[in-house]
């Protein structure tokens, strides 16, 4: 059909010419462009002999992904494989088992996360773990000419590590990523060959070294603990996975937010000795608050504040211990607080509020462990 003849059949039949329904659908176009990314998916596959196989879909065509491989110790290592035309992947791993245990895989082709609340910044697929299998270790097989190991492969000097890159993507992995275990060689991003490192690992947030060592030191073992505290309270109330995944996230989320004010909080004998008894205490308590109605944010506050006396609770029951053995009398602490009135007895036998001990405050001495005890004894 003609233009103009399209045009003036569009005019008498919806009154508009024809170019103004091709921009809306231009339009509509432009607005799924812009929809909220959705994040791929993958699923992993053991093989027995400790390689895995990783397959995927909703990725980027043709984009490059990166698939990230962390063990319980929270080492880690990333892969790269290529997207297909239609999204997906298929990723061969290689031997990279050194030991047994659980490995959890991931995978991300470089978008950023629409999430502003998301610590790595990066689009990451789900998390899918798999075992390594009984017996692991070992690495590639002896007998390749390429293993450093082999007594029959003369010594030779590594590869730059363009080359090294190059040769590991070639052969499916079985360099840089089978020494995943901490062996010497490990490269958690192997770069392409001739380039130069790229300013920012789309893989990590973009933080300082610094701050990078306070993430897997401090907030990725926290967000860890409090998101499988949070999980187990959370998953009590709601049969929706994806709802008590979101609300265990956003729990952990906030916990590593307040984790410095929360530890200023703490006094040098809880940070030096009592630090660990804490965290303890705080996981529990995330998990018995996660199962109500507070938000994030007060289960983090109420969940501090219950750590906090359940570490008063344990010292006091430790020192009622330690008293318990002492003989009588003895010299009173020096942080006893006095209270008057508590103590049915002469005017010199007070309470210690801070140790609930009776002292004689005209010797200095502990005379009673309780008001208890001391209305046993006679004077």
Known sequence: MAERDKDAFMIEVFGAPAHLFETDQADDAETTADAPATAPTIAVSANGDGSFTVTGSGFTSGAAVHVRIVDDALKEIFQDTTADGGGSIKHDTGAICQLPGNLHFSANDGRPSPDPKDILK???SNTVTAACPPGSGGGDDPDTPDDPDSPSAPDTPSDPPGQQSETDSASGGSGTEQAFAGTPGASKTPQPTGATPPAKDPNKPDISPDDESDVVNIAMPEYRDVYDAALQGVSGKSSDPATATKEARAIAEEAVRTHADRIKTLTKEQKDI???????FFAESIQGLSGGSNSPKTIIAKAHAMALASLDLQNHEVERLEWDKVTL??????????????VPGPKNHLLCKTHDHVIDITSGMVIAR???EYKKLKF
């Open 370 to 372: 309780s008001v208890e």
């Open 329 to 342: 009398p003895h010299p009173k602490a020096p942080d006893c607080e006095v209270v008057h009135g508590k």
């Open 274 to 280: 009592l630090l660990e008894s804490y965290k303890k």
């Open 122 to 124: 990066t689009l990451f």
